[in-house]
C-alpha cells in the first residue's frame, strides 16, 4: 500500500486541483451536518480534509465515525478554501476526500493532544507518545536533532572524530555517585555507568586522535533536584597539542555556530572573567549578565559607626534594587528579609537604605549612620535617588554568596531576566582544590585530571597546606544567562604530577594505582599536551529556546524521583536473576 503522495505540511495553493494522498491522525472533527471536516496531523503539519455529504453519503458517515487520534489516509482533490486559515501554512486549501481508510482506530487520549494540554505532568509522562505528539514537546525534540546535527557539523569540519566510549566502566569515588551494574560473568564485582567518558578522552589523545568528540550520555546518581536527571547528554571533547586559549576559541567558535543557525543569533565575542572576580562582583562562578547590580563591598565605609554587626562582620557589601525604594514597603522588606533568612539562603538579617526620590534617606540603620554617611555609601555603591540598597554582612564567603542569591532574586522580581536575551562569558582560573570541612580533605573543584596553572606547579609541588588551597587550575567554564552550560580545562599528562594531586586529594600510592593505574601507565608512552571541555547538552538546548526546564527536551525523561513512568522502571527482578547475578538475598541461618 502507498501511504502518501504528500506529508500534512506541504500543500499550496499552487496544488489546487491535484489529486493526492495524505496519512495521519485526527486532531479534531467537525460535523455541520452535510459537511465534516477533519484536521488530519502529522510531524510536518496539519491539513484539512472535507467530506461532503451531497458527494458521497456513505463516505461522510464513515467520516463521522473518526475519533480524535484515529490513524487514516485519504485520497482527494486538493482545493483552494473559501474560509482560509492565516494561521497555518496549509491554510489556503482542504482536501476533497474521496476515499478513507482507518488504518488504526485510537482509545480516546487522556489528556488534550493541543498546543496547551490539561493533561498533568505524571499523565503526560506515562503517555509520552502522546504528550509528543504536541506541537510544542515535538518541536523541542526536533530541535535537539538539529542541534545535535550542526554540533557534528562544525566539530567534523574543524577536523574532530567521532569515537565512542564504553557504557559498562569502572567506578570511582571521586564526583558523584556512580551507578553500578552487576556483572554475571564475575560474581560479586561491577560495573559503573560513566559519569563523564573523562579517561577516555584523555586516554584517546594519547592515542593520537589530536581532536575527539562525542555526543553522549553520562548517568549520575545523585539526589535528583528539579530539573536534574540520572542521565543527561554532553558534547563531550578533547584536543592535543593545545592552550587554554585554543580550546576556549574553538568551544566560543562552535557555541556561535549553534546560536547562529539554530536560532539566528550573532553573539559578540565572549567576554572573560575570572573566578575571583565573579565571586566578588556576583557572588555565584556562574554570573548571570542579563543584568548589572553588581555587588559592591562598603566594608570600610560600614565600620566604626558603633554598629556592632557590621564591625564585627568580615565583610559587608551591598546591591542597588534601581529605582525600587518606593516600591518595597516596610512590609515587604521584612518578607524579604525572611526570605533571606531562609535556610536555602542562611543570612541572618538584611539591612536597607532607600535613597528616596526627594533625597532623604530611610534605613534600618539610620540609628547608626547618619543621612550624610548613608549619602556616601549610596554614592560609592553607585545608587541614585529613587534606588534600594540592600545590604548583607557577616563571613565573606558566605555573605557573597548569599548577596549573589540575592541578585538573582532581585533580578527576578524586576523582570531584569529575558529568556531571549543571552549573556554568555567564560568564568576562568578557577581553584584547583576545595576544602571540605566536614571530611577533612581537598576535593578537586572540577575534577582529578585537571591541570594547576602552570605557574602553581611549583607551590602545588610544596605540599604546604595552606598553599593548596590558594592554587588555580588551568580550569573554565562557558557560562550562559546564569547556568553553567559548558565546563574543562587543560590536563595533567604527566605521571608524577598526576601522582602528586592524587596524594593532595586524599588517595594513598595503591588507591590511586587501583583505580586511574591505566591512564598513570598511558601517561608514560608519550602523552601530549591536552585539554577539553564538556557541553551539557540538554540544558543548552533548553536555554536557546528560552525554556526553564530541560526535561522536554529529553523523548524520555524521568521524573523527580527519578522513574520513568511510561516504562515504570526501576522494576524488581526476578528471583532467577538474581540468582544468576548471585546476587540472592541470602535468608539468615
Ligand atoms: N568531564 C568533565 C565533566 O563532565 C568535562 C571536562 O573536563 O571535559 O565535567
Redesign the pocket.
Known amino acids: 500500500m502507498h501511504y502518501r503522495t504528500h506529508h500534512c505540511g506541504e500543500l499550496r495553493l499552487a496544488d489546487a486541483g491535484k489529486e493526492v494522498k495524505l496519512s495521519g491522525w485526527v486532531q479534531i472533527s467537525r460535523d455541520f451536518g452535510g459537511l465534516t471536516f477533519v484536521d488530519l496531523r502529522d510531524r510536518y503539519g496539519i491539513t484539512q480534509l472535507v467530506f461532503n455529504m451531497d458527494d458521497n453519503e456513505a463516505l461522510c458517515e464513515q467520516a463521522r465515525g473518526l475519533g480524535r487520534e484515529f490513524v487514516i489516509s485519504v485520497e482527494g482533490i486538493v482545493r483552494e478554501r473559501s474560509n482560509k486559515n492565516p494561521n497555518r501554512d496549509t491554510g489556503d486549501v482542504e482536501i476533497d476526500v474521496r476515499v478513507l481508510s482507518i488504518l488504526n482506530a485510537s482509545e480516546v487520549p487522556p489528556f488534550t493532544i493541543e498546543e496547551e494540554s490539561d493533561g498533568g505532568d505524571d499523565l503526560r509522562m506515562k503517555y509520552r507518545y502522546l504528550d509528543m505528539r504536541r506541537d510544542p514537546v515535538k518541536e523541542k525534540i526536533l530541535f535537539r536533532s538539529q542541534l545535535a546535527f550542526e554540533t557534528r557539523r562544525y566539530l567534523i569540519d574543524q577536523a574532530f572524530v567521532e569515537v565512542e566510549t564504553p557504557v559498562l566502566i569502572k567506578s570511582t569515588p571521586e564526583?558523584a555517585r556512580d551507578f553500578v551494574v552487576p556483572s554475571r560473568m564475575n560474581q560479586g564485582q561491577f560495573y559503573a555507568l560513566p559519569?563523564?567518558?573523562?579517561t577516555f578522552?584523555q586516554i584517546l589523545m594519547i592515542a593520537g586522535f589530536d581532536r575527539y568528540f562525542q555526543i553522549v550520555k553520562?548517568f549520575r546518581d545523585e539526589d535528583l533536584r528539579a530539573d536534574r536527571q540520572p542521565e543527561f547528554t554532553?558534547i563531550?571533547?578533547?584536543m592535543s597539542f593545545v592552550s587554554r586559549e585554543d580550546v576556549l576559541q574553538t568551544f566560543e567558535g562552535l557555541t556561535k555556530h549553534l546560536f547562529q543557525k539554530l536560532i539566528g543569533i550573532e553573539l559578540p565575542a565572549f567576554p572573560r572573567m575570572s573566578y575571583d572576580e565573579a565571586i566578588h562582583h556576583y557572588g555565584s562562578d556562574k554570573p548571570d549578565l542579563r543584568f548589572g547590580m553588581m555587588i559592591r563591598d562598603l566594608s570600610s565605609m560600614a565600620r566604626g559607626h558603633g554598629f556592632n554587626v557590621f564591625d564585627q562582620a568580615e565583610i559587608v557589601a551591598g546591591i542597588v534594587a534601581a529605582g525600587q525604594a518606593a516600591a518595597y514597603s516596610n512590609k515587604d522588606i521584612n518578607k524579604l528579609t525572611d526570605w533571606v533568612k531562609r535556610p536555602q539562603i542562611g543570612a541572618k538579617g538584611l539591612v536597607y537604605v532607600k535613597y528616596n526620590e526627594d533625597q532623604t534617606f530611610k534605613s534600618s540603620i539610620g540609628k547608626f549612620y547618619d543621612d550624610a554617611v548613608l549619602k556616601s555609601w549610596c554614592e560609592a555603591i553607585g545608587a541614585v535617588p529613587g534606588d534600594l540598597v540592600l545590604v548583607l554582612s557577616g563571613e565573606k564567603d558566605k555573605t557573597l554568596k548569599q548577596l549573589g542569591e540575592l541578585r538573582l532574586e532581585m533580578g527576578r522580581r524586576m523582570e531584569l531576566m529575558d529568556p531571549n536575551d543571552f549573556k554568555p562569558l567564560w568564568v576562568l582560573d578557577f581553584p584547583l582544590l576545595e576544602w571540605d570541612e566536614e571530611a577533612e580533605r581537598f576535593h578537586a573543584m572540577?575534577?582529578p585530571?585537571?591541570a594547576p596553572k602552570e605557574h602553581d606547579i611549583d607551590r602545588m609541588l610544596s605540599g604546604d597546606h595552606e598553599t593548596m588551597k590558594s592554587l588555580r587550575a588551568d580550569?573554565y567554564d562557558l557560562v550562559l544567562n546564569g547556568a553553567e552550560i559548558?565546563?574543562?580545562?587543560i590536563?595533567i599528562h604527566d605521571r608524577s604530577l598526576q601522582e602528586k594531586n592524587f596524594d593532595l586529594l586524599g588517595f594513598t600510592p595503591e588507591e590511586a594505582r587501583e583505580q586511574f593505574g591505566f591512564l598513570m601507565g598511558a601517561f608514560e608512552y608519550g602523552a601530549p599536551p591536552h585539554?577539553?571541555?564538556?557541553f551539557g547538552f540538554d540544558r543548552l538546548c533548553a536555554l536557546m529556546k528560552g525554556s526553564q526546564s530541560i526535561r522536554d527536551f529529553i523523548a524520555f525523561p524521568k521524573n523527580n524521583t527519578g522513574r520513568d513512568v511510561m516504562i515504570d522502571a526501576p522494576a524488581m527482578v526476578s528471583k532467577e536473576q538474581l540468582d544468576e547475578l548471585g546476587l540472592a538475598l541470602k535468608k539468615a541461618d
Open positions: 564526583g559519569q563523564s567518558p573523562q578522552k553520562c554532553q563531550d571533547c578533547e572540577h575534577h585530571f585537571t580550569a559548558a565546563g574543562g580545562s590536563r585539554g577539553g571541555i564538556a
